[in-house]
């Protein structure tokens, strides 16, 4: 994606949805990256259950963790889909 956007490539693409949907794809991709390093790092600093427990406690990771499941997952997932199939339309590609 990176390479993507500095070598311009994005703005060679016709279709305004494709190119909407490619970097909503990316946002959310790099959102959930980003939470996924802050959790890890949370929790690696605990030594034992206890500091778990403690650590879920004061972060609401679990709430955290359930919308992600629940909620940004399944958006990832669809728009996956819904870029695939824009690209095969796009770009006549058979499946």
Do not use: C, W
Not at 1 to 29: C, F, H, P, W
């Amino acid at each position: 994606m990176e390479q993507l956007k500095s070598a311009g490539a994005l703005r060679q693409i016709d279709n305004t949805e494709l190119v909407e949907k490619i970097t909503a794809y990316e946002e959310l991709t790099r959102h959930l990256d980003e939470d996924y390093i802050t959790d890890k790092s949370i929790f690696e600093t605990a030594s034992n259950m206890n500091d778990v427990k403690i650590m879920v406690n004061k972060y609401d990771k679990v709430a955290l963790l359930e919308a992600r499941v629940h909620s940004e997952v399944p958006m990832l997932i669809r728009l996956a889909e819904e870029l695939i199939q824009l690209l095969r339309t796009e770009y006549s590609l058979d499946e």
